[in-house]
């Protein structure tokens, strides 16, 4: 299918806020996706940020007053450190102009604040996970969200997956349409479900339960699927050779095996790199039918990057998630960094290419050949249940696919 024709269907499929009639001086709810890194009360990577101000900008050329509403992870040490306010305060200083924020999320506060907001301003309210209600997908915080506003904008594609408050249950409540950033999301990854072939399929990372979905469906699309990373020490014992101390366990083989006889696209590491402890520097590259029983498996070898290589040369779409070995030691990070380039260097021409994943998008970083990708997903989960044809809560009623 012609890609122009891909993104024609796309616009259709998803309603987007550029859809919206009578939006002009209207109060919007836009939920986005900031989690960001932020230490010492700044916030160190503004990625995201920067991918939701298309929409905000869209939202200001029609004076509509934006709410900000997102959330930060809730695995930090005090309430202070997950506090959106140093997010409110980078968005400000990209925008050139002020950010109000409102240190609740809900409640007498928001509303009271939310009396004195004219046209044209943004105020952003507090970490949505510091209420509990949230992550229950509880009706009545949806309602008390909706209630601040006359439309709702879905731009936090990255937990589109999840039956949160914010993202799922908000929709009864409101006009709800997709932002320009959820649009463009959709529309590359249609292209992975819908590709130009051969498609190869790039799989990494380590726990199988995540992705066998994922793999399933892409398996019925790809020319082949490239396992690399702690998932394809699954696939090797399955194939009944040893790996070693390395992770896996039985029912996650069991799954492997059942993929192995489902699937005969399926390609493996044929060479390893392992080592004797997770911080040696003492490591060497094995065929993978000759792991000892005190070993480890760290990382893809030569003769696998050149073996899956020569499969994504032949490609004319691309997708991957997850590195390709213990990515965090610098000895064993060449497996993933050899695919970023190759993937990388085919993409935007030659090939369509998307990545997704923070390993997968950190090692294009390093290559510094990420704006080589066609599309990096700024969706993790959401990329991989998207893409799998899990549900995905929060585009229901916005996307139909």
């Excluded at 890609?3 to 009578?22: E, F, H, P």
């Excluded at 940020?49 to 900000?68: A, D, G, M």
């Excluded at 007498?108 to 939310?114: C, R």
Aim: proline share 3%; hydrophobic share 45%; with cysteine.
């Amino acid at each position: 299918m012609n890609y122009y024709v891909i993104i024609s269907i796309t616009i259709m499929m998803v309603k987007s806020i550029r859809q919206a009639k009578k939006i002009a001086g209207k109060t919007v709810l836009l939920r986005a996706d900031l989690n960001v890194h932020i230490k010492d009360g700044l916030v160190k990577d503004d990625y995201k940020i920067i991918t939701s101000l298309p929409t905000i900008r869209f939202l200001l050329r029609h004076n509509c007053r934006i709410i900000v509403a997102t959330h930060l992870s809730k695995k930090l040490k005090n309430k202070t450190s997950s506090s959106i306010k140093p997010i409110a305060k980078r968005l400000a200083e990209l925008l050139g102009r002020k950010v109000l924020f409102i240190d609740a999320c809900s409640g007498p506060k928001v509303v009271e604040a939310m009396m004195g907001v004219g046209e044209r301003e943004i105020v952003m309210l507090e970490n949505l996970r510091s209420d509990s209600r949230e992550e229950k997908n509880n009706k009545r915080f949806a309602k008390e969200l909706a209630n601040l506003a006359d439309i709702y904008i879905n731009e936090a594609f990255a937990v589109s997956h999840r039956r949160h408050a914010s993202v799922d249950a908000i929709k009864k409540y409101l006009p709800s349409y997709g932002g320009l950033l959820l649009e463009r999301e959709v529309e590359n990854l249609l292209k992975i479900l819908k590709p130009k072939q051969p498609l190869v399929s790039i799989i990494g990372g380590s726990k199988i339960q995540t992705k066998t979905a994922l793999i399933k469906n892409l398996a019925k699309h790809s020319y082949k699927i490239l396992i690399g990373g702690a998932l394809a020490n699954n696939f090797i014992a399955a194939h009944g050779f040893k790996i070693g101390k390395s992770v896996a366990d039985k029912s996650s083989i069991k799954l492997a095996a059942a993929l192995i006889r489902k699937f005969d696209n399926i390609i493996l590491p044929v060479d390893v790199l392992v080592a004797k402890k997770i911080n040696s520097d003492n490591f060497k590259v094995k065929p993978v039918n000759q792991v000892k029983s005190d070993e480890f498996i760290f990382d893809i070898g030569p003769k696998t990057v050149k073996l899956f290589t020569g499969f994504i040369k032949k490609a004319n779409t691309i997708v991957w998630n997850g590195p390709m070995g213990y990515f965090e030691n610098e000895h064993f990070k060449h497996g993933t960094l050899a695919v970023a380039r190759i993937v990388a260097t085919r993409s935007t021409g030659r090939a369509f290419g998307v990545a997704g994943g923070g390993a997968t998008i950190e090692a294009l970083n390093i290559t510094k050949m990420e704006n080589y990708l066609d599309w990096i997903s700024t969706g993790g989960g959401a990329m991989l249940a998207f893409l799998g044809g899990e549900p995905m809560p929060g585009l229901k009623g916005i996307v139909k696919y």
